[in-house]
């Protein structure tokens, strides 16, 4: 006999467990449109190259490719922030800038399957083009922490940030090309740094530098005291990066008036190519993993064609983040089952339910065929607080029976009654 399962790495979500989902979705929708965001959907499937052309290493080997009837390879989208960047060029360049914009979908990497490590996920993000102002970066970073803050996790966690543009000014002024750039770069975020430092030694020829880039990468939770020694050396007036670290200082600055917590680690580097300035993760002490990341992507949008375009987002792991949250309030609508006696009863049975639906309650209609004494202790254990009841005398008299299922008050009030006095029975 056939039996089918999900495919490895993927999985259902039935009930309170999509309805977690679900409450995570709207929540961030929400908070993202009083910010000024507008949503926007794409499409799963996109053309391979789109992130091939800059998608980092990690991310060529990780993902589905696949190629269609027309011999177009094409690949299911393992993050939302190309498809983004695409839709932008293709509808909204002309439009006034900086765009607003956010989403929520699934997203597929063919990684090893683990505690939060899924081939099938989900991300919520915002992606905000056509800014390069240090105040456009602070409304990502603020409206990322007040979704944390939404879910009760604002004191629990710590945004982890970085200046990927330290990296990229050094290894620019030596000539380093960008695919060994990104590679580097890998390196550094697989914490394969005596790799990294290898390459980085045979291409400069420079030991100074060499060690001054060593050093950056041991500051894993630098303090502002640190950032300010680095800018006063004299390694940092050659580099010409000094406003790469002043910028950590000023963001830093402003993030501990808006008391929001984080730190500073220089030796982070984020896998994706793309990034090219501020960099950051959510960190939560109860995982190992970050639960939330973005960065500012200034060529990105120029890279695919379109005009210079700066930008920045972060993309929400959704799954990542209900494993660290303690107890998510979903709001549960009250159930109410609505039970006929005959088939006479049917019309009055959907006439009852349309209306109650109107009001936000959750009604099922009885189909079970079994006698009251049964049906009522059933639906007791199965949730339900209400149940309607028309049987005989109802219907002769156009009424119906509302019984509490918990408290067993019932009573019998006309049909068109029912909003008002379904309440006297709650």
Excluded: W
């Excluded at 950590?248 to 929001?260: D, V």
């Amino acid at each position: 006999m056939v039996k089918f399962e999900t495919v490895r790495g993927m999985k259902d979500y039935i009930g309170i467990d999509a309805e977690k989902i679900r409450y995570l979705e709207s929540t961030f929708r929400d908070l993202a449109i009083k910010y000024g965001y507008s949503e926007i959907i794409t499409p799963i499937v996109e053309e391979f190259k789109l992130f091939a052309l800059k998608g980092g290493e990690e991310l060529r080997e990780t993902m589905y490719v696949f190629k269609d009837k027309a011999d177009r390879e094409l690949s299911l989208r393992p993050e939302i922030t190309p498809s983004v960047a695409r839709a932008y060029i293709q509808n909204l360049q002309s439009s006034p800038r900086p765009i607003r914009l956010f989403y929520f979908g699934t997203v597929y990497r063919y990684d090893e399957p683990q505690y939060g490590r899924y081939r099938e996920f989900r991300q919520a993000g915002v992606e905000m083009i056509g800014d390069s102002s240090i105040l456009a970066d602070l409304e990502v970073l603020d409206l990322l922490y007040n979704f944390y803050d939404k879910l009760n996790l604002s004191n629990d966690i710590t945004i982890k940030l970085n200046n990927i543009g330290i990296f990229r000014k050094i290894m620019d002024k030596y000539n380093i090309e960008d695919n060994l750039q990104e590679h580097i770069l890998h390196l550094i975020d697989k914490n394969k740094i005596n790799e990294a430092l290898d390459i980085l030694e045979k291409n400069i020829k420079n030991k100074d530098i060499v060690d001054f880039f060593n050093e950056i990468l041991t500051k894993k939770d630098a303090k502002l005291e640190d950032i300010e020694s680095l800018t006063k050396l004299e390694e940092v007036s050659k580099l010409d990066i000094k406003n790469e670290f002043l910028y950590l200082f000023r963001l830093s600055s402003l993030l501990n008036n808006l008391n929001i917590k984080f730190k500073i680690d220089l030796g982070f580097v984020r896998g994706l190519a793309y990034y090219t300035g501020l960099i950051f993760e959510v960190l939560h002490p109860s995982v190992q993993f970050s639960i939330a990341g973005g960065g500012r992507y200034d060529k990105l949008i120029e890279l695919y064609g379109g005009l210079p375009s700066p930008a920045i987002g972060f993309a929400i792991g959704v799954e990542r983040t209900l494993l660290v949250v303690r107890e998510l309030k979903v709001e549960e609508p009250i159930n109410v089952i609505v039970i006929g006696m005959s088939e006479d009863a049917i019309p009055s049975m959907f006439k009852v339910s349309r209306i109650l639906r109107k009001e936000e309650y959750r009604v099922v209609i009885n189909t079970k065929d079994q006698p009251l004494s049964k049906l009522l202790p059933y639906y007791a254990s199965q949730g339900f607080k209400l149940a309607i009841i028309i049987g005989k005398q109802e219907l002769e008299k156009n009424m119906i029976t509302i019984r509490n299922l918990i408290t067993r008050k019932q009573i019998s009030v006309p049909l068109e009654n029912v909003e008002d006095a379904i309440k006297q029975t709650l």
